[in-house]
């Protein structure tokens, strides 16, 4: 059973960091791209950024590509989202997803997403 696993979440003041971290599990994902997005409450879940397995990186809009870098770990089939600077805009659950295709992780269209992991940012 494939299985993306989200952590790393929590409670931070603004200013503050987080890493979050998102590991597969039954089947690899080495050479599959990988990405981030979120959901805010009462809002559309929005792309965050996505990361092929030769490290070629796109963010979303909204510059995260200021504050956030995605990055992986192939061999432990693990990718990440190191964010500073934290708003509290930023304040939304954060889901992990992988596809074949990195265009279609940027749709919104993954076949694996992960349960997802609440990240609040407090004023």
């Known amino acids: 059973q494939v299985q993306l696993v989200e952590s790393g979440g929590g409670l931070v003041q603004a200013g503050g960091s987080l890493r979050l971290s998102c590991a597969a599990s039954?089947?690899?994902?080495?050479?599959?791209?990988m990405g981030w997005f979120r959901q805010a409450p009462g809002e559309e879940r929005t792309f965050v950024a996505v990361?092929?397995?030769?490290?070629?990186?796109?963010y979303g809009r909204g510059g995260v590509k200021d504050r956030f870098t995605i990055s992986r770990d192939n061999a432990k089939n693990t990718v990440y989202l190191q964010m500073v600077d934290l708003k509290p805009q930023d304040t939304a659950v954060y889901y992990c997803?992988?596809?074949?295709?990195?265009?279609?992780?940027?749709?919104?269209?993954?076949?694996?997403w992960g349960q997802g992991t609440q990240v609040t940012v407090s004023s």
């Open positions: 990361i092929t397995y030769t490290g070629l990186t796109t």
């Open positions: 997803a992988a596809d074949i295709n990195s265009g279609t992780v940027v749709l919104g269209r993954a076949a694996y």
């Open positions: 039954g089947r690899t994902f080495s050479r599959h791209p």
